[in-house]
């Protein structure tokens, strides 16, 4: 029958524990068929209370049934009175995963296009090593996406480049999401018409300004294809009363919500 190592008692969240080791691997047991032949398993528990470094001992087994019942050993005849268990255990560290551009990417996307955000799942990566090389470790590395020539955000899985002396790492993958969008540019629109709206029936209007400079902020693309009639720019009298008054221009955003504009001047 097999023999099951499994580590047991009191474990510390900062230790990694691995059973590395067992011996023998199965056992021979001799006795009565019925019983010998309900048996499933050898089961060891290797108690790592209080330790911290790596051991290995001779650890007492029971046998145990098809119904997860022990079986007492007094009328049988087994191959290996105890089991020789070899337990590593090493300190653990959550270290970062490097996330500067030019740790997660290769290549760059398509002309127009720019990198606007990049995240990993998950941040950190739970290390098991030896003391010594986890305090001279600050961050982990990945494989880098390529981005080249992209026009679209980019999700990925990345494989973690490991160093040969860790004895375990919690993932060995991580995903990566690239957020690409078009270039954000600004350019001046010259001569928009302004109009002036809401003025009282009864109220004559001399208004100086008639045309406008905007400023339009946004992806090139919707940038470079905007003219100064598409631009609705405006001056809301409604509510004003004979006299001299200081008005803010409004451009409507509703037509165009991925720009943003700045008249100039801001009031007339």
Known sequence: ?????????????????????????????????????????????SDVT?????????????????????VSQAMLSCSSSSITVTMEIYPTKDVPIASLPENVIT?????????????????????????????????LYIEPVNVEGSTQSISARAKLLKLNDFRNVSVEQVLVNITIAEETISEWIEDVPLKYVDQRDDLWLDAEVNRVRVRVTGPRSLVEAIRAEDIDAAVNLAGLEAGSHSCRIEIAQDAHPELTFEAEPAEV
Do not use: C, F, H
């Open 1 to 45: 029958i097999p023999v099951n190592v499994q580590a047991s008692g009191e474990k510390r969240d900062d230790l990694w524990y691995s059973i590395s080791r067992t011996n023998p691997v199965s056992i021979t047991v001799s006795g009565a068929a019925s019983v010998v032949r309900s048996l499933t398993q050898a089961r060891v528990n």
């Open 107 to 139: 290549g760059s996307p398509a002309e127009g296009y720019e990198i606007t955000e990049i995240s990993i799942q998950p941040e950190t990566v739970n290390v098991a090593a030896d003391q010594e090389l986890l305090n001279g470790i600050n961050e």
């Open 50 to 70: 209080g330790a911290e470094e790596g051991y290995m001992r001779a650890e007492p087994y029971t046998l145990i049934d098809a119904s997860g019942e022990q």
